[in-house]
């Protein structure tokens, strides 16, 4: 008797993240080996909930779905920031969920998502060890922070740092029109690592520079400094872009912007607006035009302008959980080698020394004064966003695959 197998998405979204789904679906469907592919809604609580979708019925219907999906935007699956408690300390949690796989006849369980969600591919795969469980438990990556450990890049990545760039070089056409001072802040998402706000630097060509300053994480940041590089720059030209990331922080390790104490379930802390805080800043001290644009969640699934190479490679790295599942690996996750000439070669790597673990920007790809990326950044960063998505379109609308399951 055939086995059946699971996946699920958790975190936050992406434009890529539905395209390790599709390569999940389409390599257990192919494979042979699997009787059916289920979708557990919403992480790991649609197992505790028992809410499901029947994703090999949903290809069967209509092939075309899966080439809709790998170039849907955010999850299809639903997502969720559930925390698993040590199984020391709540092994009923962990019991309904490895009854659920016993009850449908699970013999792996594929989780798409990032750091958080690693921390739960370790807990489910040490419980399992514990247990003696057969189950296969296998971590996907996704993050458009590009922060997990042990893989060259993460999906989800790429297709954010090219919205970036893109975006960062229409506000610069924007900037230019007026003949006056002034200075554009463009936040960041980037807590603890700096990958998405050095992406701006790709918006740079022959005829602009900006952002003409950048300002990561991995730097400390200094409020007098900044004010004086923008300053001196201003003094030779009318217009000044800065990017900076949210979590830019001082020596002392302090954000810039955190207004309070308030943490997530995972412990992270709430910032709240790094781009104003240096916009009150630049306006007081020096009396220019300035404004703060925040990219917010626009940067995260805009599958419009999604890297093509992104979306291949997250379709890839689907396939390649199944295809290590069917050799018995275990407690891993699909991880992502390069080579020169670019190419991606995809392995597993242990999920103990990539969950709870964060990969910060080189210092050494930052620039002395901390205002700026080096060139191995952008020769790191370019490959990663090379060719546009073919996506349908209807109406002048992009035509993504239909969540009606989602929308409450």
């Known amino acids: 008797m055939k086995k059946n197998c699971i996946v699920a998405q958790s975190g936050g979204p992406t434009a890529a993240i ?49 080439f809709l999906l790998k170039q849907s935007p955010a999850m299809y699956l639903g997502s969720c920031r559930f925390k698993l408690p040590d199984y020391s300390e709540d092994e009923a949690i962990y019991r309904q969920i490895f009854d659920a796989f016993e009850t449908m006849n699970v013999s792996a369980f594929f989780y798409i998502g990032g ?27 996704k993050t458009v922070d590009n922060d997990l450990m042990a893989t060259d890049h993460t999906p989800g990545f790429g297709s954010a740092a090219k919205y970036i760039a893109a ?29 998405l706000t050095a992406s701006s630097a790709l918006a740079r060509n022959s005829y602009s520079r900006a952002p003409h300053l950048i300002y990561l994480p991995e730097a400390p940041f200094s409020k007098e400094a900044f004010l004086s590089d923008v300053k001196a720059l201003l003094e030779k030209q009318n217009d000044v872009v800065v990017a900076v990331s949210e979590g830019i922080r001082d020596k002392d390790n302090n954000y810039i912007s955190a207004s309070d104490e308030k943490t997530d379930n995972f412990g992270h802390v709430q910032l709240n607006g790094a ?102 950044m952008i020769s790191y960063l370019l490959p990663l966003i090379q060719g546009e998505a073919k996506i349908p379109y209807e109406n002048g609308l992009p035509v993504y695959l239909p969540v009606p399951h989602l929308i409450h």
């Not at 809604?41 to 779905?65: D, F, M, R, V, W």
């Not at 006056?180 to 603890?192: A, F, H, L």
């Open 275 to 376: 781009g104003k805080t240096l916009e009150y800043l630049v306006a007081e001290k020096l009396g220019v035009k300035v404004r703060s644009i925040e990219l917010n969640l626009l940067q995260r699934c805009a599958e419009h302008i999604a890297s093509q190479t992104d979306l291949d490679e997250s379709f890839a790295s689907g396939e390649k959980a199944v295809q290590l599942a069917l050799k018995g690996v275990t407690a891993s996750m699909v991880i992502m080698e390069r080579n020169t000439p670019y190419a991606i070669t995809y392995k597993a790597a242990p999920i103990k020394g990539i969950a709870n673990e964060a990969k910060s920007v080189p210092r050494e790809w930052i620039n002395k004064e901390g205002n700026d990326v080096t060139e191995e």
């Open 167 to 195: 975006s960062m070089l229409e506000i610069a056409h924007d900037t230019y029109i007026y003949n006056i001072k002034s200075v554009t802040i463009v936040e960041i998402m980037g807590r603890d690592a700096g990958w």
């Open 18 to 66: 539905n395209a390790s789904l599709a390569g999940v679906i389409k390599e257990a469907l192919s494979c042979g080996e699997f009787d059916t592919v289920y979708g557990a809604q919403n992480g790991i609580t649609g197992i505790l909930n028992e809410s499901y979708i029947n994703l090999t019925a949903l290809i069967k219907e209509n092939p075309n779905n899966l």
């Open 115 to 141: 750091n958080d969600s690693m921390d739960t591919v370790l807990k489910l795969s040490e419980y399992g060890e514990k247990t003696g469980s057969s189950i296969r438990i296998l971590g996907i990556p």
